[in-house]
């Protein structure tokens, strides 16, 4: 990451930001049904609010993600977003299909977390490194 950014980064980073913020967003919702299902909740169905709501965020993610104007410095950053986007698109996909869907959310969120190191501006929780993370 380069500690100057041309202006034309600058405005990808303020419109592409929405869109990281709404990709972890359909992550969380995503993770929050996983949780759901694994506690055996009948309201674990691909029917449920929760996923109606995360594929229209989606939705506007996707679509803004499409209308981004990528500068060359921010190309890796944008990548990282296609990816992160591509996973969730088929682990939305896999709920209707009764589907595990686990391994697309991680590569999801290795997606993000990568895309959150490439430009300024673009944070991650890092739940690993918290008080109440496990200690090996």
Request: hydrophobic letters at 45%; a positive charge.
């Amino acid at each position: 990451m380069t500690a100057e950014i041309d202006d034309q980064t600058t405005a990808y980073v303020l419109v592409a930001q929405t869109c990281f913020e709404d990709l972890k967003q359909v992550a969380g919702q995503l993770a929050g049904f996983l949780v759901l299902a694994a506690v055996g909740s009948t309201s674990g169905t691909p029917e449920h609010p929760v996923l109606k709501s995360a594929e229209l965020v989606y939705r506007r993610a996707e679509d803004a993600l499409k209308s981004l104007r990528v500068s060359k410095p921010a190309r890796p950053h944008h990548a990282h977003l296609l990816r992160a986007a591509a996973s969730l698109k088929t682990a939305l996909s896999s709920t209707h299909r009764r589907r595990d869907f686990l391994p697309l959310l991680e590569s999801a969120q290795a997606e993000l977390l990568a895309a959150s190191r490439a430009l300024p501006g673009f944070q991650m929780l890092a739940f690993d490194r918290g008080c109440c993370a496990i200690r090996k």
